[in-house]
């Protein structure tokens, strides 16, 4: 079974202007996704911050989360490390905390070898029980999780069961695909390729969009698991010049812009990312106008 269907959103940390944790904010973003139909909570990702948080923050957003969303949606917290040992810690202590899966990024820096990411993951994977997604994305980490490893982790691994595929390789999800069938779901990491890897039978989007547009997002997913194909596909190229702006700088300068801009008072980056270049957020707010977001409280 998986560990959900549709669109998980990759959700920012919202912080105060002096650079803490905002957890009320936290709290009015998770309700304002439970409300607008989001499938499911990715925190402490890649969007999240999760680089620049502590490892007593970390936790401590997860905790905070699981408790505040109380299962009614899964709640999936990122835990990977480019060390094996920091990760199978904050992995135990997610679960502990009654997380519902784990999402795993490669080692990043490190530039493992194949061999060396399934030993990592294997070993992450056995120290916890519940499910696992793996998160491909070479662009961040540097190393590429190969189709035949993927494939080799899903058959071996019994609680590795699904794949954030953000390589943006279509070719390369197909393989996964064809080398996994039903031992593994596959996620898109991209938002602009939700369609596309749906059509190779993935389950979902674990979506930067969604922190802006959540409904919209939600229904790209159901609108195809539905059938409707022709909607589906119009959704999603209707919302291809805003996720071009939501990745003109890189993630997640963007997205917590466009939520500053919307009134959610998401707050600051942490260093070393830095606020949006003014024309960059000039072309953000132009496409989020005719993409029909409103700020806060609007009609």
């Known amino acids: 079974m998986s560990i959900f269907t549709g669109a998980g959103v990759a959700i920012v940390t919202p912080m ?8 009320p904010k936290l709290a009015e973003l998770l309700e304002y996704q439970i409300a607008n139909h989001t499938d499911s909570i990715i925190i402490c990702g890649t969007t999240g911050e999760a680089s620049t948080l502590s490892h007593e923050e970390h936790l401590e957003v997860v905790r905070f989360t699981i408790e505040k969303v109380a299962k009614r949606i899964p709640v999936i917290a990122g835990t990977g490390s480019n060390c094996t040992e920091t990760a199978v810690y ?15 990024v490669s080692p990043y820096y490190n530039k493992a070898t194949q061999k060396g990411l399934i030993a990592h993951f294997t070993k992450v994977a056995n120290s916890v029980k519940i499910p696992i997604i793996l998160y491909n994305i070479q662009g961040r980490t540097g190393v590429n999780i190969a189709p035949e490893t993927i494939a080799y982790l899903a058959k071996n691994v019994e609680n590795i069961v699904a794949v954030k595929e953000a390589s943006g390789n279509i070719s390369q999800v197909a ?16 938002d602009d390729q939700i369609v596309p890897l749906l059509s190779l039978g993935g389950k979902g989007v674990i979506s930067v969009l969604s922190n802006i547009a959540p409904r919209q997002t939600h229904e790209i997913v159901a609108k195809f698991m539905e059938g409707d194909v022709a909607e589906s596909r119009r959704l999603q190229l209707e919302a291809i010049p805003l996720i071009d702006q939501l990745f003109c700088e890189v993630n ?27 024309a960059h ?19």
């Not at 957020?281 to 009609?299: F, P, V």
């Open 16 to 23: 105060t202007k002096t650079g803490e944790v905002n957890y």
């Open 90 to 104: 904050l992995s135990q202590e997610a679960e502990k905390y009654g997380a519902d899966g784990l999402l795993l």
């Open 175 to 190: 393989k996964i695909a064809q080398l996994c069938g039903d031992s593994l779901d596959i996620y898109s990491g991209n």
């Open 252 to 278: 997640p300068i963007p997205v917590k812009a466009a939520l500053n801009l919307l009134g959610w008072e998401a707050g600051p980056l942490r260093m070393p990312l830095s606020e949006m270049e003014e």
């Open 281 to 299: 957020q000039k072309n953000l707010k132009a496409a989020m106008d005719a993409y029909g977001l409103k700020a806060k409280g609007e009609n």
